[in-house]
């Protein structure tokens, strides 16, 4: 067994994606590849995704700050600070920060691997083919069509990419 390991956030790695940022918290090597942990600030009202559908991964959220809104499957869930939300794999879904101040997670992901999607899907920043291609290599089917009607549906806003 290795040594006790303490988490230093101001040494993550970060990116924003415009209304969604990830924090890289424990990779996946880390944990053995069972499972990896990203840190999501969302802003006021922002969705984070859109429609989406994880092949491969599981992914538990934990509220930190702020009210979680999710679309898993049919459902609509609104969770507070100090909530789990289950999003598993073989489900469409979608989350947002459902209120008027700032949103922060923590995710879980399981097994590990997912985590270097938004570090793949960061460098690649604006170009759609490359964005396509990084979707494909991680098995996540994602329906751009939806986010129109999501921000209408929850009164959010999304960035443009």
């Known amino acids: 067994m290795?040594?006790?390991t303490i988490i230093d956030p101001s040494r993550s790695e970060s990116f924003d994606f415009g209304g969604l940022?990830?924090?890289w918290v424990i990779d996946?090597?880390?944990?053995?590849?069972?499972?990896a942990v990203v840190h999501?600030?969302?802003a006021p009202r922002a969705l984070a995704a859109p429609l989406h559908y994880h092949h491969n991964e599981d992914e538990y959220s934990f509220v930190l700050t702020g009210?979680?809104?999710a679309l898993?499957?049919?459902?609509?869930?609104?969770?507070?600070?100090g909530t789990w939300v289950f999003k598993p794999r073989g489900q469409w879904h979608t989350f947002w920060n459902a209120g008027a101040s700032p949103c922060e997670i923590i995710e879980v992901i399981s097994p590990a691997g997912f985590e270097n999607y938004f570090r793949e899907v960061a460098a690649a920043w604006g170009d759609l083919e490359r964005f396509a291609a990084i979707n494909a290599r991680y098995q996540l089917d994602m329906d751009f069509d939806s986010v129109p009607q999501?921000?209408?549906?929850f009164g959010l806003t999304f960035p443009q990419l």
């Not at 999501?150 to 549906?153: A, E």
Request: net charge neutral; glycine share 20%; proline share 9%.
């Open 28 to 35: 996946g090597p880390a944990a053995g590849g069972r499972f």
């Open 40 to 42: 999501h600030p969302i």
């Open 67 to 69: 009210r979680l809104g």
């Open 150 to 153: 999501l921000c209408q549906r």
């Open 21 to 23: 940022g990830v924090q």
């Open 72 to 81: 898993l499957g049919d459902d609509v869930v609104t969770a507070e600070a």
């Open 2 to 4: 290795g040594q006790p």
